[in-house]
């Protein structure tokens, strides 16, 4: 019976709706359904296969969808309607790792892949457990996109995540379930309980140049390049929008893996965390299971064989159908990758060879001077659109004047340009045979571009700033910007083109005025709708309720980033506690001497940063900003100062080692320095504990041979972290 034959018997007859027998045939043909399109959508995303005609596949899917909307109860979490699209999201959940994300150290050539294979040929040789020192090596391209952790449990997709700092990531699951390469169930059998895959999320090149034509014509911005296109397109709250977007996922390893009642028996030792003997071998595995996985990974029997690839895909790079930006070297056993171990945040297993930067030749057309947060003059060049390294650049970095004579470049020099990676375009030299009569010599302007208030180079510095300050819009717009930004005062939906208008049409003079916008002043924007200007004044009233260290960055003094904000108000405790140090800073009195140096004993803070304190405090108008601020609301607890004799750890040195699973390097840093102890680089007699991650070595070894406690990552959060408050 068809489905919407099925359908219309339970319509034409509600009592039929309960009965057994229509559910049954329903609920039969639904699953069969589910099965079919799934089959469907592999064959035609992943084996780029189709074994259905386009109109069939439409009218299955029609079929689909009318029986999930008569029997909701049925739908599964492997349907693929579930594919267009969930409800959108306020925000995205955090999600930790179980298994880091690790990035990989780089090799730019052929002396460092030898010296990479030699390295870990010494290691295992030293390694009394291994007898072999044979690699083969697995190479494959890397693929130049965005990092994702997908989970299946009993083979259904449960959880996607973003890299985020390699610890913990923003859980993107309704989005990653609206790419077609990414199976909502696993196919075939023998899968774990518990099977994470790790891969690229990408935008081909030819769908870039579509989705960029489609952007175009409907007068929206384009995208700079397909990794930012696929970046944006993952970290849109609405998945509706994401489900637009032509995205690729090509699976290239495996994370977290856990076989429970059925485990592998083959190798004792890897059985239960990974899904085969060896990394290529999982990738086939994985492309049975359903994934998409690269057509170009290929195995060799040694580090001159595997070199030999770079050359051939460096020729195959322009026809590839996709961005590369270097080739992944990993040696194929697992292990032989568990003997190698990790170093901090990178395998010792595996390395990118990055392929060299591209260049271009081009004419320097112009000079921009453009004016940033602290009234930094930076030259950029406008120059002859060129593409180069798979983008058209027409604009490049001068940085500063030094920079400037250092390449001593003119307007209208013919000028080699280097785009390597994702970074900003550069001039790398200027092509002096071709220099003509007309160039002229770059001088740093008298007056800034933008409000015309004089410019000031100090001594002792590489660049020109903007004397105007906050009557300067430039550099109003841009501390609004860092205001309102995520580690700031995290405004969601205030974007850059908002805040251009909100300072253009003169609605708000400071970041306090943010704090009085009101709605129907909003809704007059371009490019806010009306629920988004009710979702900003929610998100600015959110917004109001923080900490001391966000309230101390948001207020952008030079030289004061996340870090430093962070020290000063756990050193201080308070804000006014904070203007006071600032404001004795350098104040030279005969009974007060103590006071005025007490800014520099906080960690990070020296004469430099303590001189920008000092002046930010002491004028006025800033001052006058942070009343205001606090007269619209903004709050946050101060802080409990503990004198550094009562924190726990005081006076002991620890020395962390291994890779850590739950908090990154720099967040069990910042916890035991918190706690009162150094955090050093080696074991000495005058360690006090080691807190030891899998793939710990010789200090490792150090600290056992002296007798030094060694805490393993648990032991470590249990015994400060979570007794703590
Ligand atoms: S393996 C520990 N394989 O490159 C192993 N990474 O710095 C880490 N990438 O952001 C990943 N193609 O997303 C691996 N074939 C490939 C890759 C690849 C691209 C990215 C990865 C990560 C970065 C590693």
């Not at 909502?184 to 081909?204: H, N, Q, T």
């Not at 290529?280 to 040694?302: C, H």
């Not at 918190?674 to 710990?696: D, F, I, R, W």
């Amino acid at each position: 019976m068809t489905a919407s034959k099925i359908i219309r018997q339970i319509l034409a007859n509600p009592l039929l709706a309960t009965s057994k027998h229509f559910e049954r045939d329903a609920k039969q043909r639904y699953s069969e359904l589910v099965q079919l399109i799934n089959d469907h959508n592999h064959h035609y995303y992943v084996l780029d296969d189709p074994i259905l005609p386009d109109a069939d596949y439409d009218q299955l899917f029609r079929q689909l969808v009318d029986i999930e909307a008569a029997i909701p109860s049925l739908l599964t979490d492997d349907s693929p309607s579930r594919r267009v699209g969930a409800e959108p999201l306020d925000r995205f959940d955090s999600v930790v790792h179980k298994l880091p994300m690790l990035s990989l150290d780089n090799a730019f050539n052929d002396e460092e892949l030898l010296a990479f294979d030699q390295r870990l040929k010494t290691r295992l040789r030293e390694d009394a457990d291994s007898a072999e020192t044979a690699i083969d090596y697995v190479c494959e391209p890397k693929l130049d996109g965005v990092a994702v952790s997908v989970t299946y449990e009993h083979g259904v997709l449960v959880r996607a995540a973003t890299r985020g700092d390699g610890a913990a990531g923003e859980d993107i699951t309704e989005n990653v379930r609206t790419i077609k390469t990414v199976p909502l169930k696993l196919r075939g059998s023998g899968y774990p309980a518990v099977l994470e895959v790790r891969g690229e999320i990408y935008i081909s090149s030819a769908d870039f140049i579509q989705l960029n034509e489609r952007a175009a014509s409907n007068d929206e911005k384009q995208f700079v390049n397909p990794r930012n296109a696929a970046a944006g397109s993952l970290r849109q709250l609405d998945p509706k929008i994401t489900a637009q977007r032509p995205l690729t996922m090509c699976a290239y390893s495996t994370g977290f893996v856990d076989y429970q009642a059925t485990p592998r028996t083959s190798n004792h030792k890897i059985a239960n965390n990974h899904i085969a003997d060896t990394h290529y071998d999982s990738i086939q595995q994985l492309a049975e299971w359903g994934f998409f996985t690269n057509s170009e990974i290929t195995r060799f029997s040694s580090i001159d064989k595997a070199i030999g690839f770079c050359s051939t895909l460096a020729a195959l790079r322009p026809s590839l159908s996709y961005e590369i930006d270097g080739i992944v070297f990993k040696v194929d056993s697992f292990l032989l990758q568990a003997e190698l171990g990790f170093v901090s945040r990178a395998p010792r297993w595996a390395i990118a060879y990055k392929f060299p930067a591209e260049e271009a030749i081009t004419q320097l057309n112009s000079i921009e001077w453009q004016v940033g947060r602290t009234g930094a003059l930076t030259p950029v060049a406008k120059l002859e659109p060129v593409f180069v390294g798979g983008v058209t650049v027409s604009n490049a970095t001068l940085h500063n004047i030094d920079e400037i004579q250092r390449l001593d470049v003119r307007v209208g020099d013919t000028v080699v340009v280097r785009r390597a990676g994702d970074v900003i375009p550069q001039i790398a030299r200027v092509i002096i045979e071709e220099r003509t009569t007309d160039a002229t010599a770059i001088k740093v302007p008298t007056q800034c571009s933008v409000c015309q208030s004089p410019v000031l180079r100090l001594d002792d510095e590489a660049v020109t700033r903007c004397t105007g300050g906050l009557l300067c819009s430039a550099q109003l717009k841009e501390a609004i910007k860092h205001f309102v930004s995520r580690k700031a005062m995290d405004v969601d939906g205030l974007g850059d083109k908002i805040v251009d208008q909100l300072v253009e049409q003169k609605l708000i003079l400071t970041v306090a005025d943010l704090y009085s916008l009101e709605l129907n002043v909003l809704a007059g924007l371009e490019r806010l709708a009306d629920k988004s200007a009710s979702n900003l004044i929610a998100a600015l009233e959110a917004s109001k309720s923080t900490t001391l260290a966000k309230f101390l960055y948001s207020l952008g003094i030079r030289e004061v980033g996340e870090t430093t904000a962070k020290n000063l108000a756990n050193h201080f405790g308070s804000l006014p506690a904070i203007i006071k140090a600032a404001i004795a800073y350098g104040f030279e009195s005969d009974d007060d001497h103590s006071n005025s140096e007490e800014l520099i004993n906080v960690d990070d803070v020296g004469p430099i940063v303590a001189k920008h304190l000092n002046a930010f405090f002491s004028l006025e108008r800033n001052l006058e900003v942070i009343i205001a601020l606090q007269a619209a609301g903004l709050n946050w607890p101060d802080i409990d100062v503990k004198s550094a004799d009562q924190l726990p750890l005081n006076g002991q040195t620890w020395v962390l080692t291994g890779s850590l699973e739950t908090l990154t390097r720099d967040q069990a840093k910042a916890q035991l320095e918190s706690l009162g102890a150094k955090v050093a680089g080696s074991v000495s007699k005058k360690t006090h504990c080691v807190v030891a991650g899998p793939g710990a070595g010789s200090k490792l070894a150090k600290a056992e041979s002296l007798g030094i406690e060694v805490l393993d990552e648990k032991g470590f959060i249990e015994r400060f972290l979570l007794t703590n408050d």
